[in-house]
């Protein structure tokens, strides 16, 4: 692995020649550019705030900002995945004539969405702060918890890289895994606090028999825990709507849940290196492919 890692280095300005050229053709004859990109996650958080805080009364204040601050990195999880799947695969006739690291295709692809997953970053910070100066300083833009942002940013670049990395080498082999991968984020999408709150999960399973193993089990998924974690370092404490006992309350949200950050943590770490070596290990007979 420490020789791959070798070689990789020496391609280094081959991989940024493909994420620019990603971003490039991504933008490409395109009058607003980036902007378009996010029109997709602006428009469902707008979808979604109408419909749970006005059609179905959660009065959680400043809903839109709880449900971007998970949103945005989920749909990085979601397009980052998505991208890299195809990556090595619609790049075999490349491969079979030249050589250069196999993996540099799939990391491009993650690169250039998370260079635009930190834009997003950007343009939500300027969100917040519109929404925080006309609900009349409810919510802080930023607060001392955003020193935290780059480890989080880290552990959740480990775990997509590792991810993309299987996807993308069994992919070139086993074409239903993008239609498997499809389906599964779909419904990851409904089983990761996004549209609703860790704390929801909490009161509802509180009086059910080993509560708090199952929500413990719960944020073994490590997309709920980053998305409950960016929600702690971008946003300020404040009472959130849940149901408890059937009825709907205010209550305070949680501390953040270190046991579960450091778990997810490991798991990201162990899929990165599982992937590295998992994609080293088939590369060599992707050239083999028919």
Known sequence: MRENLRELWK??????????????????????????SLLNPL???????????YLMQNSTPNFSAY???????FLFFNMTLLDSAQSVLVSL?????????????PLASIASNFIHFLLALLVFFVYLFGLWAVTGFDISPFTYRMWFLPVLLVVNLCLVTGLALIISALNVFYEDIKYILSVGLYLLFFIT???YFSETVFYALTDKPNGKLLYDLYHLNPVATLSTMYRKVLLAPQDVQVLKDGVAVMEGVQKANW???????LISVG???????LFNKLKWKF???P
């Open 11 to 36: 391609f280094r300005e081959l991989l940024w020649a493909m994420v620019e050229r990603e971003l490039r053709i991504r933008y490409k004859n395109s009058f607003l550019g980036f902007f378009w």
């Open 259 to 265: 046991i579960h950050f450091g778990i997810t943590t």
């Open 193 to 195: 606090p996004i549209m």
């Open 67 to 73: 449900v971007l601050a998970a949103y945005l990195p």
């Open 43 to 53: 428009v469902t958080v707008a979808v979604m705030t109408v419909v749970f805080k």
């Open 271 to 277: 899929i990165l290196i599982y992937g590295y070596h």
């Open 93 to 105: 006739p490349v491969v079979r004539k030249v050589y250069f690291p196999r993996e540099i295709l």
């Open 287 to 289: 050239v083999e492919k």
